[in-house]
C-alpha cells in the first residue's frame, strides 16, 4: 500500500509576524531611550488594560527569559550565575533566572545591547507563584513605583456568592494601578483605547478559536512549532490593536486555504500528539526529529491559550467556552466599567487555572484533537509548569492516550535537560506504539 | 499531664482520643494562613498536617517536583496515618500545598473539603472585603457539613481561646531573652509544632502550668545566640544539633514559629473581619510578602530583638517562594555584617553535613563575641 505523501510548504504569513515581533522590540528600545516613555513589568491578565497609556511599553521576564534561552546557551548560563550567585534559588523559573541575571549585568544579549530596565512594576498575578513573586526583582534593583493585583481561585463551578466581592477586589486593584500611574508619572490614561481593545479582543477570540479548529483536520495545517512562533502575538508581545485583528484575520485565511488544499506541517502525518505547557524552548529541534516517525504535534494548552477556557462542543470539536456576559444594552461608559467587563468572572481564563477547576480541559482536548499521544515535560523548576502534570499523563492514559514524560530544570533552562536521553525516549516511546522512521 | 513532646511524638492518638472525647470532628489544613479560630468556634478540632519522616514508594504517582512536607503529608494520607480527619482545607499560598490537597482528595474524595482564598497580595484596599467575603461563605459551608450555626459566642470564645494561646506563647518565646535565657530552642520547636495539633483550650491549661516552670529555671549558660529562618519545619532536630554544638536557637521567622503568634485578633462586632485582618495583618510568608518587601526587616527586627549572633537558612528543597525570596534576605544579611549559612533541607536531616555547616558558622563568629571572652564583664 502506497503511503499518503501531502505536500507541505512555509506560511506566506511569517514575514508578517516577524515584522510585527521586530516592531514590538523596537518600540521597547525606543521606549528604553526616551524620557517621554515608560517601562513597565507585568500586567494583569486579561484584556490588556495598559493600552490607555501612550508610550507605556510592558516588558514581562517572558518573553525575555525564553528568547535567551533559545538564543545563546552561554549567555543565559551566564545571567543564571549572576542571578544565582546572589541568592535566587536554583527551583527558580529558568525565564526568570535569565532575565534577572541580565538585570545585573546590565545587559540583555551576548552583544552587549543595554537591557530595558522598567520603571513601575505590576508583578502579574497567576495561579502561578512564580508569576506572583516576579516583579520584586526589578523592585529590588531600584526603588521604582509598584502595585498589585490578585487572581483569585477557588474549586467547583462558578458560585456567584463569592463571585461578587472577588471580581470587585480585581477592578479595584487595576484601577489602582492606573490611577496612580496617572498621578505619579503624569500621564493621561486614554479611555478610548481601552474601549476599543474591549470591541476587538473578542473577534480575535473568534479567529484563534478557529485556527485550534482547524488544527483537528488531518493533515495538521501546522505543528506545533509553527504556532510556538505566533501564539505571543497581543499577549505576551503587545501589538496594536488593529494589527492584532488583521494580523489573525490573514492568519485564519492561509490555514483555512492550508485546510482547503491539504497542505501538512508534516507531509507523512501518520500520528499525532499533544502536550500541555511549553516546551524546552532552546530544544525545538525535537519536533523536526518526531517528523521521521511521520508525527506531528497538534498543540498544547498553552500554545492555544487565547482560545481558554476550552469547551468540548456537541459535535467534538474544540470551542470556547461562554463567559459571563455584560448585560445586554448596557453600554460601557467609564473606565470601571470598562474594567468591569473585563473582569467579569472572578477566577482566570488562563490554562493554568485548568489544573484547578476546569480537570476535565485536558482530556477534551485529546478528545477533540483525535490524538495518539501527549509528550507531558516534567519542569523541576518552575512550580506553576510542574503542578498536577502527573495527574494530567494519567487522565490521558485512562482514555487510552499514550503519555510520554521525560525531565529537565525549566523551558527556559537548559542545565538539566539531557538531550540525547529525550532522543532515545522517543525513539522508545514510538518503537512501543509499533512505529518506526519512516526512510 | 502528657507534655507536649510528648502530644507531638504521638499527636495521631491525640487527635483520635480528641474525636473519642469530644465527638468532634477533625478540620486538616495546610498552611498557617488558615484561620482556625472559625473552625474552632464550628466546635471542630483544626488541625495542623504536619510532615514526619517516612519512607515514602506512593507519592510519585501523582507528583513531581514538589516540596518534601507536601510529599509526606499525603503519603501519610496514604498510609493510613491520617485516618482519623474528616474534613480538609486548603488556604490560597504555596502551590505545592494546594497539589498536596488536591491528590489527597483525588485518592480520597469522600472527605468534606473547601479551598479558602486568602488574596496573594495583601496590601489591596479591598483585599479585606474580599477575605471577608470568603470567610462568610466558609462559615455558610462549615454550618452545612456540621449542622448547626456559628454563633457569634462561639467566634469570641474562639478568638479569645486563640489570643491567649498566642500571648503565651509569646511568652515562651521571652524566655529567650538575651538577659535571662531560661530555655532551649527545641523545647520551644517542640511545644510550638504540639501545640498546633491541639485544642488550644487544653494547650493554654499546659502552657499556663508549664511557663511558670520554665521561668522559675536557672538560666543557661551564655553561648552563642542563633536565629532560625526558612521554609517551615516539622520536628526540632536541628535545634538539637545546634544545641549539641553549644549554641541555641533563640528565635525564628518560620511560619510555624514566629509568624504564627506575634499578631492577635483585634475583637471588633464584625468578628470575621476581625479575624481577617488578623491574617492580613499577620507577618507575612516569603509567598505573600509578594510587593513591599517587608519581610527581611522583620527578620531583621526579630534578630535585634532576641540579640542573636547569627543567623541559620534552613530552605527546603524545591520551596520556591523561599527559592525567590533568598536573595532579598541575603542582602540584608550581608549589607548588615550579620553572619550567616544557608543550607537545604530534603526528606531528613544531613545531620554530619549540616553540624559541619553549622560549625562552621559558630567558629566563625566565636572570636568576634567578646562578651563570651569575659571582655564585657
Known sequence: MSKQIWETRPLEIWGKAKELRANFQKAINEAAASPNSLLAHGNTGGVDWSVGFDGLNVVEDNPIGAIMASRSDSFSREARLASEIRGWGRELCGYVNNCWGCQFLGYDSPDGAPFPYRQLSVPLPDPCDQHAKRGQQCMDLSPIPRFGADWPMYLGPIDPERESALVEHKVQCILHVINEIERIFGKKYDDEKLFNVLDIVPRVQVLVTKIAQLMANVPAPLGLKELYSFYTLSVLTKIDPQEMLDFWKAFVDEVQWRVDNKIAAVATERYRWMEAHPSPWHFLRYFRYMEQYGAVCIGSQYSHMLVEPFKLNDDGTIGREEQVKVPEGQKIRTREDALRSIFREARGERFKDDEYFRKHVITDFAKAFHVDGAIMPLWRAGVGCTLTRKEQGLRLSEMGVRVLHYEGAQPGDRTDLDEHDFLDRLDIWMESQGLEKLA | ?377
Open chain 2, 1 to 377: 499531664m502528657k507534655t507536649f513532646k510528648e502530644i507531638l511524638e504521638n499527636r495521631h492518638a491525640y487527635a483520635k482520643d480528641w474525636k473519642a472525647r469530644t465527638g468532634g470532628k477533625v478540620l486538616g489544613f495546610y498552611d498557617t494562613y488558615f484561620p482556625e479560630e472559625v473552625a474552632y468556634a464550628a466546635g471542630l478540632l483544626p488541625l495542623r498536617l504536619l510532615a514526619s519522616h517516612c519512607e515514602d514508594a506512593l507519592t510519585d504517582r501523582l507528583m513531581y517536583g514538589n516540596c518534601y512536607c507536601t510529599r509526606d503529608i499525603f503519603n501519610q494520607f496514604m498510609l493510613g496515618r491520617y485516618d482519623y480527619v474528616d474534613g480538609l482545607v486548603s488556604i490560597e499560598s504555596c502551590q505545592w500545598w494546594y497539589n498536596a490537597f488536591d491528590t489527597t482528595l483525588i485518592e480520597f474524595p469522600e472527605l468534606w473539603s473547601h479551598y479558602l482564598f486568602t488574596t496573594d497580595y495583601v496590601d489591596a484596599r479591598t483585599s479585606k472585603d474580599a477575605v471577608f467575603s470568603e470567610l462568610k461563605i466558609f462559615v455558610k459551608r462549615l454550618e452545612e457539613w456540621i449542622g448547626k450555626t456559628v454563633t457569634d459566642e462561639a467566634l469570641d470564645n474562639a478568638i479569645d481561646v486563640y489570643n491567649k494561646n498566642r500571648a503565651l506563647l509569646r511568652q515562651l518565646y521571652q524566655l529567650r531573652r538575651f538577659d535571662r535565657t531560661a530555655v532551649l530552642g527545641s523545647e520551644v520547636m517542640e511545644i510550638m509544632l504540639a501545640n498546633q495539633v491541639m485544642d488550644k483550650a487544653e494547650a493554654n491549661v499546659m502552657l499556663e502550668s508549664l511557663l511558670p516552670e520554665l521561668e522559675a529555671r536557672a538560666p543557661q549558660e551564655d553561648g552563642v545566640r542563633l536565629m532560625l529562618i526558612g521554609s517551615e519545619t516539622y520536628d526540632a532536630k536541628l535545634e538539637k544539633l545546634v544545641e549539641s554544638l553549644g549554641a541555641n536557637i533563640v528565635t525564628d521567622e518560620l511560619d510555624n514559629g514566629t509568624a504564627y503568634i506575634l499578631n492577635d485578633v483585634i475583637p471588633m462586632k464584625n468578628r470575621l473581619m476581625a479575624i481577617g485582618l488578623r491574617y492580613l495583618g499577620k507577618p507575612h510568608s516569603a509567598l505573600k510578602d509578594n510587593v513591599w518587601r517587608r519581610r527581611p526587616e522583620h527578620i531583621y527586627q526579630l534578630y535585634e530583638d532576641f540579640q542573636a549572633d547569627g543567623v541559620i537558612i534552613a530552605k527546603q528543597i524545591y520551596c520556591h517562594p523561599h527559592g525567590s525570596d533568598m536573595y532579598a534576605v541575603w542582602k540584608l544579611l550581608r549589607e548588615r555584617n550579620i553572619p550567616y549559612h544557608t543550607f537545604e533541607r530534603d526528606t531528613t536531616l544531613p545531620y554530619e553535613e549540616t553540624k559541619l555547616g553549622v560549625e562552621a558558622l559558630i567558629s566563625m563568629i566565636k572570636p568576634g563575641m567578646t562578651r563570651l571572652h569575659g571582655w564585657s564583664k
